[in-house]
C-alpha cells in the first residue's frame, strides 16, 4: 500500500489530490446507491404508515444508540488515523487503525446478535409463499429493516476490510514511506458509512414511536 | 498474451476492451438474425414463442449492457482521452484494468444464464414477472449485469477525475476537445445512475431468491417502483449511449470539414445539458403505467425540453459543414449518415413523448424502430465513424478506403430498410416483441428482414478489410487525416506513455484554417 508516487502522477501532493477526488466520486455513487433503498423505505412508508407504527417498536432503540455511539467514536478514532498518517505517526496510527476497527467489529456483532434476536422470534422477511393474498404485514416491516441494515452492513464488512490492510500495511512500513492518500480515502468511506447509519437509526428504530 | 492481460496501459485495455465487445456485439448480432429470419413469415415456425422471447431478451440484454453502453466510453474513451488530454495514462490505471475484469466476469456471469436455458424478461426485467413468475434464469442474469455496472462505475470515475486532474499545461476547459466534453458528461451519467440500477437488480435478485417482498404488491410492495427505478438508471442510459457518439461526430465534422466547430461553447454545454435533462425524463417511460397524468404532464414537457440540446448539437454540424471545406471520406460518410438519423430518431422520440400519441404507439414497433435508429443509426454509425477515423492512430496502418466507403453506403441503405418499414408497422399498430403477426404485416416485415441481411453485409465487411489493413495496409503516418488535437501530435501508434515529451497547449482547439495538410493520398481533395 503505501508506495511510492504512481505512474500518471508528478508529485504526491497531485496524487492525493486525485485519490481524492476519485473517492469523493465514488461515494457520489454510494449515495445514489442507498438513495434506492430510502425511495423504497418512504414509498413503503407512506403506503403502509401502520406497518411501522405496528411493529417498528419491537426493534430495541437502546442497543441501536449503543452501536450509534460505537460508530461515532470509532468516526473520531478514523479522524485521527488521517492525521496520524500525514504526520507519520506509525505506532498512533497503527493504534487509531486497530480501534477503529474494534469499534467497527464491535457494532457488526451487535448487528448480528441483535438478527439472530429477530430470527427467534420469528421476525423475519421472507413471505409466506402459501399465504399470498395476506397483505402487507410484518414481513413486509422486516423485509424493509433486513434489506436498509443489511446493506448498511455489507459495506461496514467491507470498511473493515480495507482497515485491515492499511493497518497491516503501516505495521511493515517504515515510518518514512508512510502515506497519507490511501488513508485519507478509506477515512472517507469509513464516515460516509457512519453517516447512512446516522440517517438508519431513526427511520427504523424510531419511526412510529411518535405516532399519535 | 500475460503482459496484454496484466497491463495498465489504457491504450491494450481499450483494445482488450474493442475485442471483448465485438464478441458481444457478434453474438448480439447473430441472435438478431435468427430474430429477422423467424419475423420474414407471419407464423411462428422457426422458434417458438418461448423461444422467441429469450432470443429477444438475449439480444437486448447483450447489446445495450455489453455493447452499446460501454462501446465508445471503453474503446475509444479509454484510448483517446488521455491522449487528448496530453496524460501518459488514466488516473488510476489499475482500476482501469480492474474495470474490464468485473465486465468481463459480468459477461461470463450473463452468458452463463444465457446457456443454462436462458432469459424471458426483455432486457427491462420488470417485475412482478421476474421476480415471481418468470421460469428462467433471472438472477444469474441480473448479477452479470449488476457487474458490468461496476465495471462503467469505474470507467466513469477514472474519467472524471483524469479530465479534472491531468490535462496538459495549458489545456484548459475551454480549450477541450467536444469529445473529452461528451465523456467528462457520460462519466457523469455513469457515476450517478448506474448505482440505482445496481442496487434494484440486487433487490430484484433478493426478492426473487429469498422471497422478501419488496415489489409484491400481494406483500404490500410496488411494481410501479421498480420501473421509476428502472428507467431512472435506463432513461439517462440511452444518453450514456448517445453522447460519446455525438462527440466523435463533434470530431470528425470540423476536421472533414476543415472548419472551426461552429458554437464550440454551445456544443460543449449542450453535452452537459443533455446529462442533467436525462435524469429527469425516465416518467415519459411509464405514460400507461398508471403515473399520475400531473406527473405525465411534467415528464413530457422534460422529455421535449431535451430535444434543445441535442438541436444545438445538430444545427453545430450543419453550421460547421456551411463554407466548410467537405471532404467525403469514409468517417465523413459515417458522420452524415448519422445526422440523418439521429435526427430521424430524434424526432420520432418527440412522437413518442406526446402523451396523446403514445397510447397509441406504446409497445409497437415504432418503439423499435425509434430506438433502433437512434442506437444503430445513431450510435452504431458514430462508433463506426470514430473506428475508422482513428484506426490509423491505433493501428498505424490505412485501410482500403474505397472499401470503407462501400461499407459506410451499404450500412447506410441496409439501415433504412430494416427500419423505415417498423416504424409504418407501428403506426399501423402491431405490438412488438411477439413471434407471430396477422399476415397483413407479411410485406413490411418482409421488407425489413431483407434490409437485415444487406445491414449484416455492412457489418461483416469492416471486420474485413480493417483485419486486412494491419497486414497489407500501408503506414499511416502520425497524422494522416491533417486534424488538430494532441493525439495526432505522436506517433502511430503511440508509444507506451504515449509522448516523448509531455505536450503544452498554448492555443485554442479545432484551427483548422491553420492545421497541418492531410499526408493521407488518393481519398480526394481535402
Redesign the interface.
Same mark, same amino acid.
Given at each position: 500500500m503505501p508506495e511510492a508516487v504512481? &505512474?500518471? #502522477?508528478a508529485d504526491p501532493a497531485?496524487q492525493r489530490?486525485?485519490v481524492a477526488?476519485?473517492m469523493w466520486?465514488?461515494l %457520489? =455513487? &454510494?449515495v445514489? $446507491? #442507498?438513495? /434506492?433503498?430510502f /425511495? $423504497?423505505y418512504t414509498?413503503?412508508r407512506v403506503?403502509?404508515p401502520e406497518?411501522f407504527a405496528a411493529f417498528a417498536p419491537r426493534l430495541d432503540w437502546r442497543l441501536a444508540t449503543v452501536m450509534t455511539v460505537a460508530l461515532l467514536i470509532s468516526s473520531f478514532t478514523m479522524a485521527l488515523a488521517v492525521r496520524f498518517a500525514f504526520t507519520r505517526a506509525r505506532r498512533s496510527l497503527v493504534l487509531a487503525l486497530s480501534t477503529t476497527m474494534i469499534l467497527g467489529a464491535a457494532f457488526l456483532a451487535l448487528k448480528g446478535w441483535e438478527y439472530a434476536h429477530h430470527f427467534e422470534h420469528g421476525e423475519t422477511? =421472507?413471505?409466506d409463499?402459501a399465504g399470498? %393474498?395476506?397483505?402487507?404485514?410484518l414481513?413486509?416491516f422486516f423485509? /424493509?429493516y #433486513? /434489506?436498509l441494515t443489511g $446493506?448498511h452492513a455489507l459495506h461496514v464488512l467491507g470498511g473493515l476490510g480495507a482497515l485491515g490492510w492499511l493497518a497491516v500495511a503501516a505495521w511493515r512500513t517504515p515510518a518514512s514511506d508512510l502515506r497519507g492518500s490511501p488513508v485519507m480515502a478509506v477515512g472517507l468511506y469509513w464516515h460516509f458509512v457512519d453517516i447512512v447509519w446516522l440517517f438508519l437509526f431513526p427511520a427504523l428504530y424510531l419511526a412510529g414511536r411518535l405516532a399519535p | 498474451m500475460k503482459s496484454w492481460l496484466t497491463t495498465?496501459d489504457h491504450k491494450r485495455i481499450a483494445l482488450l476492451y474493442l475485442g471483448t465487445m465485438t464478441l458481444f456485439f457478434t453474438l448480439g448480432g447473430l441472435v438478431a438474425t435468427v430474430i429477422r429470419v423467424e419475423l420474414a413469415t407471419a407464423a411462428s415456425d422457426l422458434v417458438t414463442a418461448d423461444t422467441y422471447n429469450r432470443l429477444f431478451t438475449l439480444h437486448g440484454v447483450i447489446m445495450v449492457f455489453f455493447f452499446l453502453i460501454p462501446s465508445i466510453p471503453t474503446f475509444l474513451g479509454n484510448y483517446l482521452l488521455?491522449l487528448m488530454l496530453g496524460?501518459?495514462? @488514466?488516473?488510476?490505471?489499475r482500476?482501469n484494468l480492474a474495470s474490464w475484469y468485473v465486465f468481463v466476469a459480468g459477461g461470463l456471469l450473463t452468458l452463463t444464464a444465457m446457456v443454462a436455458g436462458g432469459l424471458d424478461t426483455g432486457w427491462t426485467f420488470y417485475t412482478p414477472y421476474s421476480t415471481t413468475f418468470s421460469d428462467s434464469h433471472v438472477i444469474l442474469a441480473v448479477l452479470g449485469v449488476f457487474l458490468a455496472g461496476l465495471s462503467s462505475?469505474f470507467t !466513469? *470515475?477514472?474519467f *472524471?477525475?483524469?479530465t479534472?486532474? @491531468?490535462r496538459a499545461p495549458g489545456l484548459a476547459w475551454l480549450r477541450l476537445p467536444l469529445f473529452v466534453w461528451s465523456l467528462y458528461a457520460t462519466s457523469l451519467i455513469l457515476?450517478?445512475?448506474?448505482?440505482?440500477l445496481?442496487?434494484?437488480l440486487l433487490?430484484v435478485a433478493?426478492e426473487r431468491g429469498?422471497?422478501? !417482498?419488496?415489489f409484491?404488491p400481494?406483500? !404490500?410492495?410496488?411494481p410501479l417502483?421498480f420501473q421509476?427505478?428502472f428507467w431512472f438508471y435506463s432513461h439517462p442510459a440511452v444518453y450514456i449511449m448517445i453522447l460519446p457518439g455525438m462527440g466523435v461526430i463533434s470530431e470528425l465534422v470540423p476536421c472533414f470539414s476543415r472548419n472551426r466547430p461552429f458554437g464550440y461553447g454551445f456544443v460543449a454545454a449542450s453535452s452537459l445539458a443533455i446529462a442533467v435533462f436525462g435524469f429527469l425524463v425516465w416518467g415519459h417511460h411509464m405514460f400507461v403505467a398508471g403515473q399520475s397524468y400531473f406527473a405525465s404532464v411534467v415528464f413530457s414537457f422534460l422529455s421535449f425540453a431535451v430535444a434543445v440540446p441535442s438541436g444545438v448539437k445538430v444545427f453545430s454540424w450543419l453550421g460547421t459543414m456551411h463554407r466548410g471545406s467537405i471532404w467525403l471520406t469514409t468517417p465523413m460518410i459515417y458522420a452524415l449518415g448519422f445526422i440523418a438519423l439521429f435526427t430521424i430518431g430524434g424526432g420520432t422520440g418527440l412522437a413518442l413523448a406526446m402523451l396523446a400519441v403514445d397510447v397509441h404507439l406504446h409497445d409497437t414497433y415504432f418503439v423499435v424502430a425509434h430506438f433502433h435508429t437512434i442506437m444503430v443509426g445513431g450510435m452504431l454509425m458514430a462508433y463506426l465513424g470514430g473506428l475508422h477515423f482513428w484506426w490509423p492512430k491505433i493501428s498505424g496502418r490505412l485501410y482500403s478506403e474505397r472499401w470503407g466507403r462501400i461499407a459506410a453506403y451499404t450500412l447506410f441503405i441496409g439501415f433504412l430498410l430494416t427500419f423505415l418499414p417498423q416504424f409504418v408497422l407501428g403506426t399501423q399498430g402491431l405490438p412488438r416483441r411477439t413471434a407471430s403477426y396477422p399476415p397483413e404485416f407479411q410485406f413490411l416485415q418482409g421488407l425489413s428482414s431483407a434490409g437485415a441481411t444487406i445491414l449484416a453485409v455492412g457489418y461483416v465487411l469492416p471486420g474485413v478489410y480493417l483485419l486486412a489493413s494491419l497486414v497489407r495496409g500501408r503506414p499511416a503516418g502520425d497524422n494522416p487525416w491533417g486534424a488538430t488535437g494532441l493525439e495526432w501530435c505522436t506517433s502511430s501508434p503511440p508509444p507506451p506513455?504515449n509522448f516523448v515529451r509531455p505536450p503544452v497547449v498554448t492555443d485554442d482547439p479545432y484551427d483548422y484554417p491553420r492545421a497541418p495538410q492531410p499526408t493521407i493520398t488518393g481519398v480526394g481533395d481535402a
Open positions: 504512481r &505512474e500518471p #502522477f497531485h489530490d486525485a477526488l476519485g466520486a465514488f %457520489g =455513487q &454510494e445514489l $446507491f #442507498f438513495g /434506492v433503498l /425511495v $423504497f414509498s413503503l403506503r403502509h406497518l422477511p =421472507q413471505i409463499l399470498l %393474498g395476506r397483505g402487507p404485514g414481513a413486509t423485509g /424493509v #433486513f /434489506v $446493506f | 495498465t488521455p496524460a501518459p495514462d @488514466l488516473a488510476f490505471p482500476l462505475v !466513469g *470515475i477514472n *472524471i477525475v483524469t479534472h486532474r @491531468l457515476v450517478l445512475a448506474t448505482p440505482v445496481a442496487m434494484t433487490l433478493i429469498l422471497h422478501v !417482498g419488496i409484491d400481494e406483500a !404490500g410492495g410496488s417502483l421509476h427505478f506513455h
